[in-house]
């Protein structure tokens, strides 16, 4: 593989698509791409603080306005670029916890909206390109931790990431022979203007990372950025059908914490 033998950009030629591509996890997926060679078409509805176009690489960033949730969205992007890569990062829960029986119908579409709704048809109006261009492609969706462990006051957002992971899976299986790979990455809580952890937890709680995650910290950006890096490059060529998580290790830690006195306990109240 000739990715393994250069030093050289991973996504050199290549053109890519980020949503949300201008703040916290869509932001640094943009620089890093365009570090590595990519033109990156960075979509956001927030451009008051967009990426620097004028990055340390070969590749560009263009920044264009634009909710990809609206219904003519999609068909505003396929005009813009024929792209390679395409990372599917625009989502949210919306609100404060809240049971499922507190909800109803227009609850569940909206959430169903704003997470699942624009990924199916923004890779439904680009994805024939991709395979009539030949070239194979990468297809990358953000989903959550929380696709595969409960969360409570969030059941249908839980449900709405499943269900991208699912799709992810079998679209995988359905265009392997084009060359197209489509994968999912699911972090644990990430430090970014949409989650500000230090705002979310007291301070007299923020030690509490070191029983949270074995690696003892929140995420960053750059932490997601890397893993969705891999899965454009041809670093990846070969993994398709699968979902990364970027989550410090608290998805296989599995409920066991570190006693301060050492070793491991899974009743986290225990010294």
């Known amino acids: ?41 960075s979509l956001d509805v927030d451009v008051s603080a ?14 264009v306005e634009l909710d ?3 219904p003519s969205a999609a068909q505003r992007v396929a005009e813009l670029t024929e792209p390679d890569v395409v990372v599917h990062n625009v989502g949210h829960f919306l609100r404060a916890p809240r049971l499922f029986q507190e909800e109803g119908p227009a609850d569940w579409a909206e959430m169903f909206r704003i997470n699942v709704d624009h990924v199916f048809a923004l890779t439904a109006t680009l994805l024939p390109g991709m395979v009539s261009r030949g070239r194979g ?89 890397g893993v969705a890096l891999f899965l454009a490059s041809p670093l990846s060529g070969y993994v398709t059908g699968t979902t990364l998580h970027v989550d410090g290790g608290s998805r296989a830690a599995g409920g066991w914490f570190p006693r301060a006195s050492g070793g491991w306990t899974n009743r986290p109240r225990d010294p």
């Open 137 to 225: 492609g990468s297809v990358i969706t953000m989903t959550t931790v929380e696709a595969h462990r409960a969360i409570p006051g969030h059941a249908v957002y839980s449900g709405a990431k499943a269900a991208l992971e699912a799709w992810s899976r079998s679209m995988a299986l359905e265009h392997g022979r084009d060359g197209i790979r489509f994968n999912a990455i699911a972090p644990d809580l990430i430090e970014t203007p949409q989650v500000p952890y230090h705002q979310l937890v007291d301070e007299e709680d923020w030690w509490r990372w070191r029983l949270w995650a074995p690696l003892a910290r929140p995420g960053t950006p750059e932490d997601v950025a």
């Open 68 to 70: 990809v949730t609206a």
């Open 50 to 63: 967009p990426p620097a176009t004028d990055v340390h690489g070969a590749g560009r960033i263009e920044v």
């Open 1 to 41: 593989m000739d990715a393994l033998r250069s030093p050289g950009p991973l996504l050199t030629g290549m053109r890519a698509v980020v949503t949300g591509g201008c703040h916290g996890i869509g932001g640094a997926v943009t620089r890093a791409f365009a570090a590595h060679g990519a033109d990156v078409l």
